[in-house]
């Protein structure tokens, strides 16, 4: 079932947030960062919570048998070199590994996706790590291009790591 987040549901998707990613980027990013990622989990219950009662991001989780799973965050497209009126952004989606190619993802996305159509944007943007190759087959799957020229760096437990933009057009 996927369904809009509750503040409630922030502990849940603080713990599906930091779990994903000791997961998925297991190849990408340092053991030693990504175990440190749980001592953060109050962290991410406190912000998880104060996002999704402000409404600083449409927030969409999967449930299963009434336990979050995953999450879905989106809203006006981020990035500077975008005119928000037009974009919408698919900020991040994480889905518990043990969930992974059993179409919650899909679900997830296809909620978000509809949800950003809905509010008027005519193009979906998302950032994903270009070492990422499970998230890139993924959105190349739901139909995302990579934008050609997009890339950003980031440094995550001291690794520098390169981002490009994914884009789905209406």
Not at 18 to 38: I, K
Not at 101 to 107: D, F
Request: hydrophobic fraction near 40%; glycine fraction near 8%.
């Amino acid at each position: 079932m996927i369904r809009d987040a509750l503040p409630e549901d922030a502990k849940r998707i603080a713990h599906v947030h930091v779990s994903s990613w000791q997961h998925a980027y297991l190849d990408l990013m340092p053991t030693d960062y990504l175990a440190s990622l749980s001592a953060t989990l109050p962290q991410r219950e406190t912000y998880w919570a104060r996002t999704i009662e402000s409404k600083d991001a449409d927030v969409l989780v999967a449930e299963v048998e009434g336990i979050v799973i995953g999450w879905l965050s989106l809203g006006p497209c981020r990035d500077e070199n975008t005119p928000e009126a037009a974009s919408g952004e698919v900020m991040a989606i994480y889905v518990l590994a043990e969930y992974w190619s059993k179409g919650i993802g899909a679900q997830l996305w296809q909620a978000g996706f509809k949800r950003l159509l809905d509010q008027g944007y005519k193009r979906i943007t998302l950032w994903v790590l270009s070492g990422n190759e499970r998230a890139i087959r993924f959105y190349k799957g739901l139909g995302g291009t990579e934008e050609p020229g997009s890339c950003r760096t980031l440094v995550r437990g001291g690794v520098t790591l390169d981002e490009v933009r994914y884009v789905w057009s209406n």
